[in-house]
């Protein structure tokens, strides 16, 4: 199983722990919840479903009445099917949660990862972000030495290239360091009132701040209870103090 195979598979799982949903409803979660999978299709989501459906973590059920079931046929509609979490699945999924390897902070998979933070221990949490960071702080000195070794022959808009580069790099990393700080003082990154269901990565916290297709959030620096965000405060390394 690919490594794209299986956070999707984590995705749904996590998506179906908080309720039973039909394809489409789980394609428009992940496409809009989980950003890191708005350019999948139904074509890869549906074998996902009939493999969670045959390794016992997901049952599928009728989405209709008894009615619309017989209706369906007749009127040349297949009927919805229904997708729930099986106890099995459940107990898979937290297993997932709990794992803190390299395959929890890639950059492929970190972001699906940290949308499911709410339903993850803080110590799991804890060495996730750190893992991230130090993969980050590894690449971020990998790239100031090609820079220095290469800087001569670059013509300038290579070098700016380069340096757009670091610099996201460097966002990440003062990101994590903010959500480490909060997750060391002891305070619960939920927003209130909330359930513990997926946090929505691309549309509420900005996982990697240059990733093409990923949305601001709505201004509540200060709120309680609310993750802080690169461009929260003006940094002293930041022109202006502006937003990143």
Known sequence: ???????????????????????YELRKRLNTSLGVFRAFSYGTLY???????????????????????LAAPLSGRRAKIVYRLTAEGKEH????????????????????????????????RMRVLEGRRSRLEERLEKMRASLARTRERLDDYTLELQRHGM??????????????????????????????SAQQSPQHTRITPDTPGTQDTPDTTGAPGVLPRPGDTPRPDTPGGTAM
């Open 1 to 23: 199983m690919s490594r794209r195979s299986g956070i999707l598979e984590f995705a749904v799982l996590g998506l179906l722990r908080e309720s039973p949903m039909h394809g």
């Open 47 to 69: 074998p996902c479903l009939k493999t969670l459906v045959a390794n016992g973590w997901l049952i599928e059920e009728p989405g209709h009445t008894a009615e619309e079931a």
């Open 93 to 124: 999924f937290e297993q997932l949660l709990s794992q803190t390897g390299p395959d929890a902070y890639e950059d492929e998979t970190f972001a699906a990862r940290f949308a499911f933070f709410g339903q993850t221990s803080r110590d799991v």
């Open 167 to 196: 610099e996201s790099v460097e966002r990440e990393v003062r990101w994590l360091n903010e959500l480490i700080e909060s997750e060391r003082a002891g305070r619960d990154l939920r927003a209130p009132g909330t359930d513990g």
